[in-house]
């Protein structure tokens, strides 16, 4: 190659260097990025997780007596299962025998401590302590079981009452012992005496008297129907008569079927033990659809109270802010009394009851839901023969609740 060629490709190379160093840098680069990651799950909040609902029970009996009380702590296990997070708290034994040193205040108070924003009270001795533990605690939602000071207006304005019209239990009850008896003597073992406990073994008269003719074609008022009040809910030695004893008087005077409105299944045992001994005797417990389980061989059947829907319904309005105070007397749902979801009474039917005689009770309770059955017209008398009902007088509801006396044509004191 020539030193003119030579010379010529170094002035290029010169000029390429030059014209590159003159040339704009380019602009630096970004900041690096990290890479996309994805959004962090953040932690559950207060406002994001559905709060604890805490509600009390207070049990006059033991929770697990097979009557009155079990039948309210099966109610609030009943609410925990259909309502997430809610929980309940309860004291049961309740009572002067069992907890003679507590009251119902002290109760409240503890519960109350505990996050408590409902309370049920379930006795009808409960009546005038809960109003005075609502008077304390106006933010807490108080429902008194069986009482009536809503319908009265003595009750603070955060207490609410509940019943179930077990009056159509009770009327299924005497006519199913009606249809049972061969000696025409039915005993009604009583605690103590008051509105309720008269109202109550004054339908189970007339539902035995109406099954008594029309099923039996027998005389109604030829049908013995002795009542015998032990004086409490329950048996409390030394204070009360021994139900026991009661349940054995009534079958020794000929009772053949034994009707309980006692919260505890003595008189159920005792025919169990009757029987035993060669007898034909025949029981109706009261309260709790498992009562049968006692001595199911005698037991006809159990008028008892379903609390489950009534718990709910009021633990829900006050979860959501529409609970307002009233006075309920919840009925069966007619349509399947024994459903656990809608009715507040039912009746379950023993194995000591026959095909016929079941059958004769279905009759009785489609005339009850249809209306074609109604026991409470008059002419009734009261048991010292002044009108409860005059002819063809349809009985109210606060005329049947406030029941002055028994009945007449009833055995047992009235006062």
């Keep these: 190659m020539s030193k003119r060629l030579w010379s010529l490709i170094g002035?290029?190379?010169?000029?390429?260097?030059?014209?590159?160093?003159?040339?704009?840098?380019?602009?630096?680069?970004?900041?690096?990025?990290?890479?996309?990651?994805?959004?962090?799950?953040?932690?559950?909040?207060?406002?994001?997780?559905?709060?604890?609902?805490?509600?009390?029970?207070?049990?006059?009996?033991?929770?697990?007596?097979?009557?009155?009380?079990?039948?309210?702590?099966?109610?609030?296990?009943?609410?925990?299962?259909?309502?997430?997070?809610a929980t309940f708290i309860y004291m049961d034994?309740?009572?002067?025998?069992?907890r003679p040193e507590t009251t119902l205040e002290q109760v409240v108070d503890d519960m109350v401590s505990q996050g408590a924003k409902v309370i049920f009270t379930t006795s009808?001795?409960?009546?005038?302590?809960?109003?005075?533990?609502?008077?304390?605690?106006?933010?807490?939602?108080?429902?008194?079981?069986?009482?009536?000071?809503?319908?009265?207006?003595?009750?603070?304005?955060?207490?609410?009452n509940y019943m179930g019209r077990m009056e159509y239990g009770k009327m299924i009850a005497g006519c199913t012992a009606a249809l049972a008896t061969e000696t025409g003597t039915i005993g009604y073992v009583g605690p103590l005496i008051n509105f309720e406990t008269r109202r109550l073994a004054?339908?189970?008269?007339?539902?035995?008297?109406?099954?008594?003719?029309h099923y039996r074609g027998m005389d109604p008022d030829n049908l013995r129907f002795i009542v015998t009040w032990i004086g409490f809910w329950f048996n409390i030695p030394g204070v009360t008569l021994d139900p026991t004893e009661v349940s054995n008087d009534l079958i020794n005077e000929g009772a053949d079927v034994l009707i309980s409105g006692i919260d505890t299944t003595e008189a159920l045992v005792v025919v169990g033990q009757r029987a035993a001994q060669g007898e034909r005797v025949f029981a109706i417990p009261y309260d709790y659809e498992h009562a049968c389980d006692e001595a199911p061989e005698v037991c006809l059947g159990v008028p008892y109270f379903n609390w489950g829907p009534g718990y709910l319904e009021?633990?829900?309005?006050?979860?959501?802010g529409t609970w307002e105070q009233e006075w309920v007397w919840a009925g069966p749902d007619?349509?399947?009394?024994?459903?656990?979801?809608?009715?507040?009474?039912?009746?379950?039917?023993?194995?000591?009851?026959?095909?016929?005689?079941s059958a004769q009770v279905?009759?009785?309770?489609?005339?009850?839901?249809?209306?074609?059955?109604?026991?409470?017209?008059?002419?009734?008398?009261?048991?010292?023969?002044?009108?409860f009902l005059a002819e063809g007088e349809v009985a109210t509801d606060e005329q049947i609740w406030y029941m002055e006396q028994l009945l007449e044509g009833m055995e047992g004191p009235s006062e």
């Design 362 to 387: 279905d009759e009785f309770i489609a005339g009850l839901a249809d209306g074609s059955i109604n026991l409470f017209v008059g002419p009734l008398n009261y048991q010292d023969g002044t009108p």
């Design 314 to 320: 009021q633990v829900q309005a006050v979860v959501g």
């Design 93 to 98: 034994k309740l009572n002067p025998a069992d």
């Design 11 to 85: 002035i290029l190379v010169i000029a390429a260097l030059v014209l590159a160093a003159c040339k704009p840098s380019p602009p630096p680069p970004p900041p690096p990025t990290e890479e996309p990651t994805e959004a962090p799950t953040e932690e559950p909040t207060e406002e994001s997780t559905p709060e604890e609902f805490v509600f009390g029970v207070i049990l006059v009996g033991p929770y697990n007596d097979h009557g009155w009380s079990e039948a309210h702590y099966t109610a609030a296990e009943y609410v925990t299962e259909k309502l997430p997070n």
């Design 334 to 357: 007619w349509s399947d009394i024994n459903s656990p979801d809608t009715s507040a009474i039912g009746f379950l039917r023993g194995p000591a009851l026959s095909e016929e005689w």
């Design 202 to 213: 004054a339908s189970a008269y007339l539902g035995a008297r109406y099954c008594y003719e």
């Design 124 to 160: 009808d001795d409960f009546m005038e302590d809960t109003d005075r533990a609502a008077e304390k605690y106006p933010d807490i939602t108080f429902i008194h079981i069986s009482g009536d000071h809503v319908l009265t207006g003595q009750a603070p304005s955060n207490v609410g």
